[in-house]
């Protein structure tokens, strides 16, 4: 893994620098430091960053979740979060910019190389349905899906089960159920294996 650049947001220098180590010891590069939101920014601009390991709160504040937002929306570039919080409440937050992992603190060293490790393949298992734009699904359709409906078939990409999906777009199992039925008539499929064999081509 020498060729991955990892990005570290940690306000507390120590801990930063400890990850640090423990990058370079398992012979991953460090892209940088960032110890502040307009730092973490800076870097992600400047600077090639295959992983990015976030504290989410930085001084006084949660900005870390405002970056999460960022790498998830704009820069798509894979990330776990390393925090000392794990109450429902920032769950919650978490959630909705879709980290790759999440590490409580205290952690072990080893437990960060499996966080990168584990998030870069979640990240690479991803990519291989990038293909499927809600443009691109949409010339197999009898009918163009909705943006909502476009989000379901990714998750179905995903493998995910409906509860999975219900709990991922925080809509109840009944919403879901109906999606797929919308789905399934618009692209004209019986199965989800059909659905997905007929997007991949």
Known sequence: ?????????????????????????????????????????????????????????????????????????????????????????????????????????????????IQIELGLDIAARLKKHEFASLKHINKFSLVELSQREYEVVLEICKGKSNLEISETLFVSMNTIKTHLKNIFSKLDVKSRTELINKIIG
């Open 1 to 113: 893994m020498t060729s991955i650049a990892i990005l570290i947001i940690e306000d507390e220098p120590l801990i930063a620098e400890d990850i640090k180590q423990t990058c370079l010891e398992n012979k991953l590069s460090v892209a940088g430091i960032a110890y502040t939101f307009e730092d973490a920014i800076s870097i992600l601009e400047e600077k090639k960053v295959d992983y990015v390991l976030l504290d989410i709160q930085l001084g006084d504040s949660n900005d870390g979740l405002e970056i999460g937002k960022r790498l998830s929306q704009e820069y798509f570039i894979p990330f776990s979060y390393i925090t000392s919080f794990s109450d429902a409440k920032t769950l919650s937050h978490v959630k909705l910019t879709k980290p790759a992992g999440y590490l409580t603190k205290p952690f072990r060293n080893r437990d960060i190389i």
